[in-house]
């Protein structure tokens, strides 16, 4: 028999396309939700799926998994598009649909991008969702809560769908090499470690991840026994990264945030920008940076400078909102703002210390007088006798003990007099004083 050319394969149709998953028995991930006895598997097998919307990030298996339903449930499956769909073909469809329900046969709609229809397309669908006609299954990647019209959402139920794992990845790349309609009748030579650096920069998305194999592949190196060779260099030329070495789940990832951290920390933001830098360059989740940042925020900052942390979590949503590389001027605006900002450790040393006396003292009982008595049977028991209402004094304090009695006058924050905190620290020791006066 002649070997098969890999010019033979069907490189028309996309890598993704040819390794859309069949069953539930190919499809990767979302154990929580196809997991064994998990809700929607078993909706899938006992033929009791009704509308849905799936909500999750790109590449995730959401058109993938509205395929199978209709497949597994013997539907017939009719994919919307929210670009090109009209009111006249919503209806059209629906019609149609409604007659195939009178003659035993089920209609599965899937509409992808279901956020990007308008008001007036999706009330379309929301009489023959109703009575049955049509299971609509709807993909988004925005929160459906604000995306999707009320009376169509309620109708449905939301499956949230998770970002791939590595391990995910791996195993569609693993797949894809050696099936049949993907590359297994070619002989391909890739090490596990650059599977994994595929992998790591998909940031989950399925899709994403088979494209790249397809395009190395489709630029690998043939050697003279015909096997196709993977190595590096091909990968950098074709996701044009010169820094894919960084490891986001080995030693380096965690050296690299270190760095950032500790640069912020020491009020050196050329050295924070720098090592910013490298993550982004490198291909790592803009998200993680920013939320590393927010704890830094309370961390190292905290009350010296409390609009760190609104400047971080502003931060947070401009990169979720604009994504990359434009959000690289944000994080670069929130590395210097925190490397710049004054210092204070006191919250989470205060957190710490009572973190460790919680841990020790999980059974003290709440005292008395700060309990609520909402009922006759816990006023007979003493639950709020003795509180004291510090809106009710002129200086909006009392003397109240607030702690377990194990832990009278026990300190945990200790403000420093860095930036803003010295008012903090101001404002304690005028309430301490007062109290031990009025005593």
Not at 116 to 125: E, I, S
Not at 204 to 211: E, H, K, P, Y
Not at 233 to 249: A, F, R
Request: one cysteine or more; glycine letters at 6%.
């Amino acid at each position: 028999m002649e070997q098969s050319s890999l010019f033979d394969l069907p490189f028309n149709e996309p890598l993704a396309s040819r390794m859309r998953p069949r069953s539930l028995e190919e499809f990767v991930g979302q154990e929580h939700l196809l997991g064994k006895n998990k809700l929607l598997r078993r909706m899938i097998e006992t033929d009791q799926v009704s509308s849905m919307i799936f909500w999750g990030p790109p590449g995730v298996g959401k058109t993938t998994l509205a395929r199978i339903i209709a497949n597994k449930t013997e539907s017939e499956f009719i994919n919307f598009s929210a670009v090109t769909s009209g009111i006249k073909e919503i209806k059209k469809v629906m019609e149609d649909a409604d007659k195939n329900k009178h003659l035993g046969i089920k209609t599965i709609v899937f509409v992808d991008e279901i956020h990007r229809f308008n008001k007036a397309q999706q009330d379309a669908f929301l009489p023959f969702v109703e009575k049955g006609s049509i299971i609509l299954i709807g993909a988004t990647t925005e929160n459906p809560s604000f995306e999707i019209n009320n009376a169509l959402l309620s109708r449905c139920r939301v499956f949230v769908l998770n970002e791939l794992t590595i391990d995910d990845i791996k195993t569609l790349l693993n797949r894809a090499i050696h099936d049949e309609r993907g590359f297994g009748s070619e002989k391909i030579s890739i090490s596990n470690e650059d599977i994994r650096i595929i992998a790591e920069f998909s940031n989950g998305d399925a899709r994403s991840a088979l494209a790249t194999l397809d395009m190395l592949v489709i630029n690998g190196t043939t050697d003279k026994k015909g096997i196709i060779k993977i190595n590096k260099t091909t990968i950098e030329e074709c996701l044009t990264k010169k820094t894919l070495l960084y490891d986001k789940n080995g030693e380096e990832h965690y050296n690299i945030i270190s760095a950032l951290h500790k640069s912020m920390r020491n009020s050196d933001p050329d050295a924070a920008v720098y090592w910013l830098a490298r993550m982004l360059e490198a291909g790592e989740d803009p998200l993680y940076i920013a939320r590393r940042i927010t704890r830094f925020a309370s961390e190292d900052i905290g009350l010296a400078d409390t609009n760190a942390l609104n400047v971080a979590i502003n931060v947070y949503h401009a990169c979720h909102f604009i994504g990359v590389p434009e959000c690289n001027v944000h994080l670069t605006e929130a590395v210097i703002y925190m490397s710049l900002a004054p210092k204070s450790n006191s919250c989470y040393i205060a957190y710490g210390k009572a973190s460790s006396d919680a841990k020790r003292m999980l059974s003290e009982p709440v005292p008395l007088n700060i309990r609520n008595a909402p009922t006759k049977l816990m006023k007979e028991l003493h639950y709020g006798e003795g509180y004291e209402y510090a809106h009710d004094t002129k200086e909006k304090l009392t003397t109240m003990n607030c702690l377990p009695d194990s832990l009278l006058d026990k300190t945990y924050y200790n403000p420093t007099t860095q930036g803003n905190e010295h008012r903090f620290k101001e404002r304690l020791e005028a309430i301490k004083k007062w109290k031990n006066e009025h005593k």
